[in-house]
């Protein structure tokens, strides 16, 4: 880890600001976000449709639409959050497949986000979280909200290009990605 030591400058329920003791480079302190590690899934149904969250997000002023994403929780794996942010946020339940742990922000913040893929009946076993709306849309459409600039999470982009790699498949072109997933 690092030999940087840091104190709390600031802190949130959702995360705290961490200033270096030492400055760091430029006799300038160095700031950094901590906060719980979070977990990322790309969720599709057995339609061929990507389940995303749409939803209102203060910090930009509008509603965004997202793969299903959210912290995890003290004493709870990433497979353990997956499940339980899919089904609080989406109201389904899924099969998971892990695609790694990474880092989004490596030079200003300090949690891994756990990315997934899942696979859902869609059949609702809940209501999702009040403020989120389940959007479908179909899993070749899905070009059509990245080039629209909809879909603006850099992470979903991520996860897409893993799929891709670990499957050796196109996931936004090749038909029936789904048998070549979950064999």
Same mark, same amino acid.
């Given at each position: 880890?690092?030999?940087?030591?840091?104190?709390?400058?600031?802190?949130? &329920?959702?995360?705290?600001?961490?200033?270096?003791?030492?400055?760091?480079?430029?006799?300038?302190?160095?700031?950094?976000? @901590?906060?719980?590690?979070?977990?990322?899934?790309?969720?599709?149904?057995?339609?061929?449709?990507?389940?995303?969250?749409?939803?209102? !997000?203060?910090?930009?002023?509008?509603?965004?639409?997202?793969? &299903?994403?959210?912290?995890?929780?003290?004493?709870?794996?990433?497979?353990?959050?997956?499940? !339980?942010?899919? %089904?609080?946020?989406?109201?389904?339940?899924?099969?998971?497949?892990?695609? #790694?742990?990474?880092? $989004?922000?490596?030079?200003?913040?300090?949690?891994?986000?756990?990315?997934?893929?899942?696979?859902?009946? #869609?059949?609702?076993?809940?209501?999702?979280?009040?403020?989120?709306?389940? %959007?479908?849309?179909? %899993?070749?459409?899905?070009? @059509?909200?990245?080039? #629209?600039?909809? $879909?603006?999470?850099?992470?979903?982009? #991520?996860?897409?290009?893993?799929?891709?790699?670990?499957?050796?498949?196109?996931?936004?072109?090749?038909?029936?990605?789904?048998?070549?997933?979950?064999?």
């Amino acid at each position: 880890m690092s030999d940087i030591k840091f104190a709390n400058a600031f802190e949130t &329920p959702f995360f705290i600001v961490e200033k270096s003791l030492e400055n760091y480079s430029d006799n300038i302190p160095y700031f950094r976000i @901590n906060t719980n590690d979070s977990i990322i899934c790309c969720l599709l149904d057995k339609d061929d449709n990507l389940l995303l969250a749409e939803q209102f !997000r203060p910090n930009l002023g509008y509603k965004t639409i997202e793969f &299903p994403a959210g912290g995890i929780e003290s004493e709870e794996t990433p497979l353990d959050a997956a499940i !339980r942010e899919i %089904r609080e946020e989406m109201g389904v339940e899924c099969q998971l497949i892990p695609l #790694g742990s990474f880092r $989004l922000m490596m030079n200003r913040t300090i949690n891994k986000e756990h990315l997934f893929i899942g696979l859902t009946s #869609g059949e609702l076993i809940g209501q999702g979280e009040q403020g989120i709306k389940t %959007r479908a849309i179909p %899993r070749k459409k899905l070009i @059509n909200a990245i080039d #629209g600039n909809e $879909l603006e999470q850099l992470a979903a982009l #991520g996860i897409i290009q893993l799929i891709n790699l670990k499957f050796g498949i196109n996931f936004l072109s090749d038909d029936k990605v789904i048998n070549k997933i979950w064999k």
